[in-house]
């Protein structure tokens, strides 16, 4: 198994909730430092980052398993079908219809909290 969480530090430290689990499988999460711009914009995302990394190491595995929300994963869900399975984990209504219509296999949940033990 090989697995990866991408993850946005933020000055609040609320990743940490999420990181719990990862650190209790004894998984190391790849980390990003929210930038934020003079006008005060945030930004913080691991879109190519994901990308890249999925497309390296799906010829090494049987199964991709991403937990994305928007469309623009579309292409890389496609793209890696050509190599491997991929399925998608969906947390209530929030990922897109499209990419839910690709996945080779969906599991939808209303929160993540019914799919990850917290410990």
Do not use: C
């Given at each position: 198994?090989?697995?990866?969480?991408?993850?946005?530090?933020?000055?609040?430290?609320?990743?940490?909730?999420?990181?719990?689990?990862?650190?209790?499988?004894?998984?190391?999460?790849?980390?990003?430092?929210?930038?934020?711009?003079?006008?005060?914009?945030?930004?913080?995302?691991?879109?190519?980052?994901?990308?890249?990394?999925?497309?390296?190491?799906?010829?090494?595995?049987?199964?991709?398993?991403?937990?994305?929300?928007?469309?623009?994963?579309?292409?890389?869900?496609?793209?890696?079908?050509?190599?491997?399975?991929?399925?998608?984990?969906?947390?209530?209504?929030?990922?897109?219809?499209?990419?839910?219509?690709?996945?080779?296999?969906?599991?939808?949940?209303?929160?993540?909290?019914?799919?990850?033990?917290w410990g």
């Amino acid at each position: 198994m090989h697995a990866v969480a991408y993850v946005i530090n933020t000055e609040a430290g609320d990743e940490n909730i999420f990181l719990k689990p990862w650190k209790n499988w004894g998984l190391k999460p790849k980390r990003k430092i929210l930038q934020i711009f003079h006008s005060g914009t945030k930004k913080g995302d691991w879109d190519v980052g994901l990308a890249v990394d999925a497309i390296k190491t799906a010829p090494r595995l049987d199964t991709v398993v991403i937990v994305p929300v928007d469309g623009d994963f579309v292409p890389l869900v496609q793209y890696l079908q050509t190599m491997t399975q991929v399925e998608v984990i969906s947390f209530g209504k929030s990922t897109s219809a499209k990419l839910r219509e690709v996945a080779d296999d969906l599991l939808i949940s209303p929160t993540i909290r019914e799919n990850i033990s917290w410990g």
